[in-house]
């Protein structure tokens, strides 16, 4: 299987801040790398696919970079709706695999 | 739009049979774009993805569980199910249906809410 890997795990942050969480594959996927995010208790939600594609509905706030290895979901401006936890997840080798998780809290 | 919902069993003995429903609401189970798949997250683990089927039937596992899945499209229902046999502790998680986009690059979109199975006696 593709291993997935977040940095961090965690982070802390205030409405307003610049967010960049990373994630790094275990070989070479392309472009083949979603992200998504996941509030308690709700269904996670598609943010970004294809690396870089946003998602229709969700805030131009988010974008994504990368291709290959290494690849970055940046939130321009954090907003309150924003404390989440974010995951990626890879599409290029079956299984689809996910990274663990980069939980967004408030500083 | 489309919407999907897991039914099923919260409490599952160990030795048993998992079974869940994912019910489509807001669009037709039928359509060709899609494949329909399950995700499952252990408490404070992450995302692992159980397997996926088309319309026609045809169905891809993951290989870590591919032993003990089986799932299943009921077209007329607009439902598609997951068994998972033999279940352990392991097997206690949240699990998630999801619509997947077909083509060579997919995502997952949309999700349902999930429901918590523990699996105890």
């Known amino acids: 299987d593709f291993q997935m890997t977040q940095s961090p795990s965690s982070l802390s942050a205030s409405v307003g801040d610049r967010v960049t969480i990373t994630c790094r594959a275990s070989?070479?996927?392309?472009?083949?790398l979603n992200w998504y995010q996941k509030k308690p208790g709700k269904a996670p939600k598609l943010l970004i696919y294809?690396?870089?594609s946003l998602q229709s509905g969700v805030p131009s706030t988010f974008s994504g970079s990368g291709s290959g290895t290494d690849f970055t979901l940046t939130i321009s401006s954090l907003q309150p709706e924003d404390f989440a936890t974010y995951y990626c997840?890879?599409?290029?080798?079956?299984?689809?695999?996910f990274g663990q998780g980069t939980k967004v809290e408030i500083k | 739009q489309v919407q999907l919902q897991e039914s099923g069993p919260g409490l599952v003995k160990p030795s048993q049979t998992l079974s869940l429903t994912c019910t489509v609401s807001?669009?037709?189970?039928?359509?060709?774009?899609?494949?329909w798949s399950w995700i499952r997250q252990p408490a404070g683990k992450g995302l692992e993805w159980i397997g996926r089927?088309?319309?026609?039937?045809?169905?891809n596992y993951n290989p870590s569980l591919k032993s003990r899945v089986t799932i299943s499209v009921d077209t007329s229902k607009n439902q598609f199910s997951l068994n998972l046999s033999s279940v352990t502790a392991a097997d206690t998680a949240v699990y998630f249906c999801?619509?997947?986009?077909?083509?060579?690059?997919?995502?997952?979109?949309?999700w349902g809410q999930g429901t918590l199975v523990t699996v105890s006696s």
């Open positions: 807001g669009g037709s189970i039928s359509s060709g774009s899609y494949y």
């Open positions: 999801a619509r997947e986009a077909r083509g060579p690059k997919y995502w997952f979109d949309p």
């Open positions: 294809a690396a870089s």
């Open positions: 997840q890879q599409t290029y080798s079956t299984p689809p695999t």
């Open positions: 070989q070479s996927i392309s472009s083949y």
């Open positions: 089927i088309y319309t026609s039937g045809s169905t």
